[in-house]
């Protein structure tokens, strides 16, 4: 696997220090992080919560944003920095061939399955093509709570908020191979509902004291 470049582990490092000042992040579940490729799947309520995964990341990640950030030297930037752009009218299957590719080459990129971020912090309905995009790359899911990024700088807050705890919290992976068996539908609805179930397993765990290993 390639080494991150000096840029990226530069921008980790300012950003890190950052949300360690201004947020005390923490991060659990390290554990958990799996070696090779994988589909960060998180909730998403937040601008912040792509720089909260990413310095909470042991590696390299990347990441997807829509086309038209790419027009100016700050899409020269994030294109440097592993991000990828994704045109607003592409289809869901062009989208889905262009992860599997990166996901091939043995990347970890992060997702939303929400498709969008949550105005009342609460998880909106994950969709079963996070469980087809599985089966197409034959990966894992790294399911990914992240915590405290609402309150610092929510959809309705036009500046964020410096102070407050941030934490990204890593589940267990879920496993293709646990479900290469069954009918193709019926095991991306399994893992739709899956990747649901343990997103709020990981909200509860931490909100309950975060003791042990997270679920």
């Not at 310095?55 to 990640?61: L, N, R």
């Not at 752009?85 to 939303?112: H, I, S, Y």
């Not at 498709?115 to 009342?120: A, F, L, V």
């Amino acid at each position: 696997m390639k080494k991150p470049t000096l840029l990226y582990r530069f921008t980790i490092f300012v950003i890190t220090c950052f949300f360690k000042i201004f947020y005390h992040h923490k991060v659990y579940g390290v554990d958990h992080y799996p070696v090779g490729s994988a589909l960060i799947a998180a909730n998403h309520v937040s601008f912040l919560d792509p720089p909260a995964v990413a310095i909470s990341c042991p590696g390299e990640v990347h990441f997807l944003a829509r086309r038209s950030l790419f027009k100016s030297y700050f899409g020269k930037l994030i294109a440097a920095l592993n991000t990828h752009p994704v045109q607003q009218e592409a289809t869901n299957l062009r989208v889905m061939k262009d992860v599997c590719l990166m996901l091939k080459k043995g990347d970890k990129v992060l997702m939303f399955p929400e498709g969008t971020r949550s105005r009342d912090n609460i998880l909106k309905e994950i969709k079963p093509g996070i469980g087809l995009l599985l089966s197409r790359s034959e990966s894992v899911i790294l399911p990914t709570y992240i915590h405290g990024t609402y309150e610092a700088w929510s959809r309705d807050q036009k500046l964020p908020k410096l102070w407050g705890k941030t934490a990204v919290i890593f589940g267990s992976p879920i496993d293709w191979k646990d479900y290469a068996d069954m009918d193709r539908k019926e095991a991306q609805e399994l893992i739709a509902q899956k990747l649901t179930e343990t997103l709020n397993g990981l909200r509860k765990w931490y909100e309950e004291g975060a003791e042990g290993i997270p679920p």
